[in-house]
């Protein structure tokens, strides 16, 4: 679970960052907790990127085997650490809340054991373009949901949520690729094409399937979230996506 931050998407973080928050978001969690559904949500929300910090840190391990030389299974260790560390902190974030680590991540390993099981990749590329643009994709729907939570828990939302370094990395690597064997561009461009309709059809069955999480996407409990604004939220992320495969040098 990586958030990738490019030039293309820095403005756009500013104005998040400028905008006054109100309601929930200006609240703290003793204040905003004292409501059962959103405390609900922000388990089921803290739960899943638990296991994604976790399925990141296993999966970067297996693509250091894939890894051609031994400065990028060094790079990519590196990384990995990183994402256990983010899998700790809301691991212990669950715990002090009062809630069983385990049992908050658990409704959300079918999801995400599924999105890997049907995108397993084949190399050392598809590794990386996974990593940049799958994580990606769910990174820019925590962030959405995180500009309406609470300000201790939009903290550690967006803290978890920090690049470890797998952007520009990434990037690097692909464009390289790319630029040694022009044909690589047409595959890996199929191969990201998939990743981005996986992620999607598996991140609106996790919405449908957890009842607060949905109330929160579509205003219940997270102020100024209706319908209309998820549909516009995802488009959002589908231009982040097109602005990603840009940076690749592969066509959306």
């Known amino acids: ?26 609240q703290d969690w003793a204040q905003a907790s004292a409501d059962p559904q959103y405390r609900a949500a922000v388990v089921d ?35 990995a650490s990183a994402e256990f560390h983010h899998f700790e902190q809301l691991r212990d974030r669950l715990a002090s809340i ?20 049907q995108t397993a990749p084949s190399d050392w590329l598809e590794g990386l373009v996974k990593a940049y643009v799958g994580d990606s994709i769910a990174s820019d729907f925590y962030r959405e949901v995180a500009a309406r939570l609470d300000s201790d828990t939009r903290a ?24 040694a064997d022009p044909r690589v561009g047409g595959r890996l461009a199929l191969w990201a094409r998939r ?28 102020d100024g979230f209706d319908l209309a604004e998820v549909g516009r939220m995802f488009s959002r992320i589908t231009e982040a ?6 940076a690749l040098g592969l066509a959306a």
């Open 1 to 26: 679970m990586r958030c990738m931050t490019t030039p293309d998407n820095a403005s756009d973080k500013a104005a998040d960052a400028a905008a006054e928050p109100t309601g929930i978001a200006a």
């Open 241 to 246: 996506h097109t602005k990603r495969m840009a």
């Open 98 to 117: 009062g809630e069983e680590p385990t049992g908050a991540m658990e409704p959300f390993v079918a999801a995400y054991e599924g999105f890997h099981k």
């Open 45 to 79: 929300l803290l739960g899943a990127l638990a296991y994604g910090e976790l399925a990141a840190f296993e999966r970067l391990a297996e693509d250091a085997k894939l890894a051609p030389t031994l400065a990028d299974k060094a790079e990519l260790a590196k990384m």
């Open 156 to 179: 550690l939302v967006l803290g978890v949520l920090d690049d470890t370094g797998h952007a520009t990395f990434a990037v690097e690597k692909v464009r390289a690729a790319i630029e």
């Open 195 to 222: 990743l981005m309709g996986e992620a999607l059809s598996q991140s609106q069955r996790v919405v449908a399937e957890r009842d607060a999480l949905s109330t929160m996407l579509v205003g219940g409990v997270a």
